[in-house]
């Protein structure tokens, strides 16, 4: 199956259930609530894409096209170091589970400027 046949699915499991999780391990979401950690990384994926300079009202209109109410100082209050740490750590799982599953994508050395090793001399 090419890579591009898989697209939709990886993207689907890291935009819920990875924001999610990561969501709960960065104490964003301590309970269960509207916006969840996939509700929240869903708008701003989405709303950033569109326009990376998005305003809160664009991120509200986001919302809505995904079916969700959210006010605009819900989302204000959210933007947090939390959010953040979720956005990073849903993206590093993202970056690892390719590396490890495409020797193509593994850094080597002096590929895509990795260091090589050392001159012994």
Do not use: C
Not at 13 to 31: F, I, N, Q, S, Y
Not at 67 to 92: F, H, I, N, W, Y
Not at 96 to 117: C, I, S
Request: hydrophobic share 35%; no cysteine; proline share 7%.
């Amino acid at each position: 199956m090419s890579i591009l046949h898989q697209v939709p699915d990886k993207m689907q499991t890291l935009l819920e259930t990875v924001a999610d999780e990561a969501a709960v391990d960065t104490g964003l979401v301590k309970r269960k609530r509207k916006l969840t950690g996939s509700a929240l990384a869903q708008i701003l994926v989405f709303g950033w894409l569109e326009n990376p300079e998005a305003s809160y009202q664009h991120l509200t209109e986001t919302a809505a096209t995904l079916g969700l109410q959210v006010s605009r100082q819900a989302l204000e209050q959210r933007l947090t170091p939390e959010t953040t740490e979720m956005l990073k750590l849903t993206l590093d799982s993202t970056i690892g589970v390719n590396f490890r599953n495409n020797d193509r994508l593994r850094p080597r050395p002096g590929r895509f400027g990795f260091p090589t090793e050392p001159d012994p001399t």
